[in-house]
């Protein structure tokens, strides 16, 4: 499972969906923590996390390679957090210079479309051109890619961990019901 911008900061708008009112570094510990707790869980079932620092969003990942594990261990989220999944070298999501793994899983053929039309009020908030409706909305949004290596789905920034961890046991087990079922056939 790859993560957009994983470690940005999260928007005012993305603090309403705990139903109460929680500052975006808390949400952002609080996200964080979900990630890592996803990961330790899930694991041993085959999954494994990727993080991908950004600065296209707001820009709020303006640090330098060597400072962004210090920033999340004693910044944001701080208190001691460290990232337990494979965590890569800061760049772009979208635009003309986006990371090619990015360009790979926004591809139209794959199974896990665009999260949403709106990229809400973007003065000042977004830094890439060309917008392209397949773009990464915000931070926080995750594809799931397959053990063949596609993308098989893709949720918004705001989507929960728990309903992610659910849609992956879903998968997971659809998964291992098709090569049981590839075994037992004559």
Same mark, same amino acid.
């Given at each position: ?11 005012k708008?993305e603090l ?8 975006? @570094? ?8 979900e ?8 694991n ?6 990727l ?7 707001g %820009? &709020?990942?303006?640090? &330098? /390679? ?12 701080? !208190?001691?957090?460290? @990232? ?9 999501? !979208?635009g003309? !210079?986006? &990371?090619?793994v ?5 591809e139209?053929?794959?199974s ?5 039309e ?11 051109? @060309?917008?392209k409706i397949?773009?990464?909305?915000? !931070? ?5 890619v397959?053990?063949?290596? %596609?993308?098989?789905?893709?949720? &918004? @920034?705001t989507?929960?961990?728990s309903v ?11 998964? %291992? /019901?098709? %090569?049981?079922r ?5």
């Open positions: 499972m790859a993560q957009a911008a994983l470690f940005c900061a999260a928007v708008k309403k969906r705990w139903g109460e009112k929680v500052s975006p @570094p808390e949400l952002f510990s609080l996200l964080s923590s990630l890592n707790a996803l990961y330790e869980e899930m041993p079932l085959g999954l494994t996390i993080g991908f620092p950004c600065n296209q969003f %820009k &709020q990942e303006p640090g &330098q /390679r060597h400072e962004i594990l210090p920033g999340l261990k004693y910044v944001r989220p701080g !208190n001691g957090f460290v @990232p337990n999944f494979l965590l890569f070298e800061k760049g772009d999501v !979208n003309k !210079n986006e &990371q090619e990015y360009t790979f899983l926004k139209p053929c794959f896990c479309p665009a999260v949403g709106d990229f809400g009020p973007m003065y000042g908030r977004l830094f890439w051109e @060309p917008l397949s773009d990464i909305k915000w !931070n926080f949004e995750k594809f799931l397959g053990m063949d290596g %596609k993308p098989v789905m893709r949720w &918004q @920034p989507t929960k961990v992610v961890r659910a849609d992956i046991r879903r998968y997971l087990k659809k998964e %291992k /019901r098709l %090569k049981t590839k075994i037992h056939l004559p």
